[in-house]
């Protein structure tokens, strides 16, 4: 079974702080998917790497930043957290997306 | 960006009963994939439909692509507790190793017993 694993499921962070999201996938998927996810508003997708060192920027860019230094670990990062980016982050790879269980973030 | 609406929203209905939810778009997707949802996890893909007009059964469940590629829908024939959860739909846009998946809001289907 694919795995998707994220390192935390609950973080609470202040604002202001630098927030990493850590995401590994174990089957050598290429492609891999940052999404945050709130009430009415659904998934919506952050950043995307198709490729080691590859990124691109998904349909809510603006915050944050990603890092994909080898390929089964894509990191998200909050440069200077805000309250507003309080929400349910998503990572996936592969085609038919693999989800890991989420990060709960809070900012504070 | 492409743009996916999902109807219903909310659906709560009792055991035995039929339910259809839809997912429409003005975009053409490649593909179009449908996820569930339960609480604390990530979505879990359900299938994933590619040629215009094609439908596929996954038990009681019934996926159905629209001929243009436009829209599609799920059919749950007698609901159990158990299909409980937030189903989502996907639409997969952009060629090669550079796609992108857009989803849509999600409806959240409560079975009572």
């Known amino acids: 079974d694919v795995k998707v694993t994220q390192s935390s499921r609950y973080l609470v962070k202040r604002t202001g702080e630098k927030v990493f999201l850590e995401c590994v996938q174990d089957m050598d998927h290429e492609n891999m998917f940052w999404y945050r996810q709130d009430p009415g508003l659904g998934l919506r997708l952050i950043y995307f790497s198709y490729d080691v060192k590859m990124k691109e920027k998904g349909d809510i860019p603006e915050g944050y930043s990603v890092s994909r230094e080898k390929k089964e670990r894509f990191s998200l990062i909050l440069e200077s957290a805000s309250t507003n980016q309080t929400s349910m982050y998503l990572c996936?790879?592969?085609?038919?997306?693999?989800f890991g269980n989420g990060t709960r973030l809070t900012v504070t | 960006t492409q743009l996916l609406e999902q109807s219903p929203q909310f659906l709560s209905i009792q055991e035995g009963e039929n339910l259809t939810v839809y997912c429409n778009s003005s975009?053409?997707?490649?593909?179009l994939q449908w996820y569930r949802q339960e609480p604390g996890e990530g979505p879990v893909l359900l299938v994933t439909?590619?040629?215009g007009g094609e439908v596929k059964k996954l038990k009681r469940l019934t996926f159905q692509f629209g001929d243009a590629r436009k829209d599609s829908s799920l059919h749950i024939t007698a609901a159990q507790p158990g299909d409980t959860g937030l189903y989502l739909c996907?639409?997969?846009w952009g060629g090669g190793s550079n796609y992108k998946l857009t989803f849509g809001k999600g409806t959240l289907l409560t079975v009572n017993p």
């Open positions: 996907a639409g997969r």
């Open positions: 439909v590619v040629t």
């Open positions: 996936a790879s592969g085609s038919a997306l693999h």
């Open positions: 975009s053409v997707f490649s593909s």
